[in-house]
């Protein structure tokens, strides 16, 4: 897009952008321009007519006076500034404005410069193993790579090279703000107590994605809310979900977004929204969603959240690529109806305390991941009210008073797991909320 607003001569145009120096990345070739040039803060205002170069004396140092030469140049000028310290328009040229946080301009276009692609990452990696080229790797760092500013990826894969070590385990070191990650886990189905409706939905649904099924004429659902008691296993479905479709998995964590400086937040999420465009197919985890609309009404922020939750409701609305959003709630009634309907999700789940036959196999699991063999039949019956979060940490409970009391898990019964169970409460105002939702 931003080639065709260059070549049209849209003006001026402001570009919230991490790295600025991506621009030239975006810049059309044969512009139909008389001279072309770059303004940084360190070079001044440097000019091109053609292939030519203005000589070094006649370069602009102070950008005041730069703007002076174009406000009386005769010729139409194509500029690009870097990080300026102020923004001003001048119709006969074609001006670009590039960096972070810029102030408004009325009747300037707005544009968010996105997030790498992979294929910058990769063009970025052959060049730092010239002559040396390894494709195969320099296309699994580069598939690694997503969420990160380009300077970020380069640095971590010449430490990975020189180091000898894996890139995806050197990522965290280099990023600076984790606005994406990805999340990696061996969880399937199996592992997961309950949710036998979801997972019969979603099993339906899961390849919908695959070239045979657009060719058939099926839509790849749009994703799911998943509403109700915390811990209930809302974000271990969301990671088993993403290894039995065989896609990759992305969170989003919208409270690294906000960011103090004007226009800064609107840009950041924009561009987080764009790189996981870049990665479908996918599965996109929205964690706690529903704490973010809060406040959505208020000006105490400027708009902020307001803008936020503008900006997140047309995308998922609009969005063509195939991502799967999964947004997991505690409080429900928090999201107002027009997220809700069809179009942004496909469907909404109500998630309430674990059934019997739910406590059964959430019990077995546990037990079964730590080597315990106990009655399963007798601690569901006395686990009323408890989630799978719950009944972990009776298990590891019991596990740490065993091995306290230098016994072996041979000796952890039923018996003595029941000894650490609590009686708990329902949590009605939640059920009450989720009432009428389809269950899981």
């Not at 205002?45 to 140092?61: D, F, T, W």
């Not at 140049?73 to 990080?83: C, L, V």
């Not at 670009?96 to 992979?118: D, M």
């Not at 061996?186 to 657009?214: H, I, Q, S």
């Amino acid at each position: 897009m931003l080639k065709n607003l260059i070549k049209a001569k849209v003006t001026p145009i402001i570009i919230e952008a991490d790295e600025p120096e991506r621009v030239y990345n975006f810049i059309p070739e044969n512009l139909d321009f008389n001279i072309t040039g770059i303004w940084t803060a360190s070079k001044g205002l440097e000019l091109k007519c053609g292939n030519i170069s203005y000589s070094n004396s006649l370069r602009i140092k102070r950008y005041r006076i730069g703007f002076e030469y174009l406000r009386y140049a005769n010729k139409q000028h194509f500029i690009i500034f870097i990080n300026p310290p102020e923004i001003e328009n001048i119709n006969k040229h074609c001006l670009v404005f590039v960096g972070q946080g810029l102030k408004n301009l009325k009747g300037a276009l707005y544009y968010t410069l996105p997030s790498p692609t992979k294929e910058e990452y990769e063009k970025e990696f052959t060049l730092l193993l010239k002559p040396k080229k390894d494709k195969k790797l320099i296309k699994k760092w580069a598939g690694y790579s997503c969420g990160m500013l380009l300077n970020e990826a380069k640095n971590c894969f010449k430490y990975s090279i020189y180091s000898e070590s894996d890139f995806l385990s050197n990522k965290s070191k280099f990023i600076n703000k984790k606005i994406i990650e990805e999340i990696r886990t061996a969880y399937r189905f199996n592992d997961v107590g309950g949710f036998n409706n979801f997972k019969e939905w979603f099993n339906k649904r899961k390849f919908l994605y695959k070239k045979e099924a657009v060719q058939f004429g099926l839509e790849f659902p749009k994703g799911v809310i998943l509403a109700g008691i915390p811990g209930t296993g809302k974000g271990l479905v969301t990671k088993a979900m993403a290894n039995e479709a065989g896609l990759p998995l992305f969170k989003l964590d919208l409270s690294t977004v906000y960011n103090q400086y004007a226009g800064v937040t609107d840009m950041q999420l924009r561009e987080a929204l764009v790189s996981i465009e870049q990665h479908a197919p996918c599965i996109l985890w929205l964690d706690e969603f529903s704490r973010f609309i809060v406040g959505k009404e208020s000006e105490g922020d400027s708009g902020l959240t307001s803008r936020v939750y503008a900006i997140l409701l047309n995308w998922l609305q609009e969005r063509e690529k195939f991502v799967f959003v999964s947004a997991t709630v505690n409080d429900f009634y928090l999201l107002p109806p027009e997220l809700i309907r069809k179009g942004r999700f496909s469907e909404v789940f109500g998630i309430g305390y674990p059934t019997l036959s739910d406590l059964c196999d959430i019990w077995a699991i546990h037990l079964k991941r730590k080597g315990i063999n106990a009655d399963m039949a007798f601690l569901s019956e006395i686990s009323e009210n408890m989630t799978g979060a719950d009944i972990e940490n009776v298990v590891n409970d019991a596990l740490i008073n065993c091995y306290n009391e230098g016994g072996t898990k041979e000796d952890i019964s039923a018996l003595f797991i029941s000894n650490l169970i609590k009686p708990l409460e329902k949590n009605q105002n939640i059920l009450n909320q989720i009432k009428g939702l389809r269950g899981v």
